[in-house]
């Protein structure tokens, strides 16, 4: 079974950027669906953006034009480029891998504020 490890979140000013990463222990070529969600305190954990091993991608509707999922099969990552960040973004962000039966990391905290 695959392993994640989730990078590159922190603190950061209002219409700043930030990049996370999504590290997995082994291929994802074959791997149809990955992605992120976020869960702030107190809220349930919401789809952030999602893509598949085709390059399709789905993102939430208050993210897009912001925030682009990537994925990188080379080195086994996937990423959220997070542009113009808002306060209400700031949250846990949680990476996953599969469909009918996911596997999820850790989790990493963005912080918006000034």
């Known amino acids: 079974q695959v392993q994640l490890v989730e990078s590159g979140g922190g603190l950061v000013q209002p219409g700043g950027s930030l990049r996370l990463s999504c590290a997995a222990s082994k291929s994802i070529f074959n791997i149809y669906s990955m992605g992120w969600y976020r869960q702030a305190p107190g809220k349930q954990r919401d789809l952030v953006a999602t893509i598949t091993n085709s390059g399709g991608t789905v993102y939430a509707d208050s993210v897009k034009g912001r925030f682009t999922i990537s994925r990188d099969t080379a080195k086994n990552t996937v990423y959220l480029q997070m542009n113009s960040l808002k306060s209400e973004d700031t949250a846990v962000y949680y990476c996953?891998?599969?469909?009918?039966?996911?596997?999820w990391g850790q989790g990493t905290q963005v912080t918006v504020s000034s």
């Open positions: 996953y891998a599969g469909s009918a039966v996911r596997t």
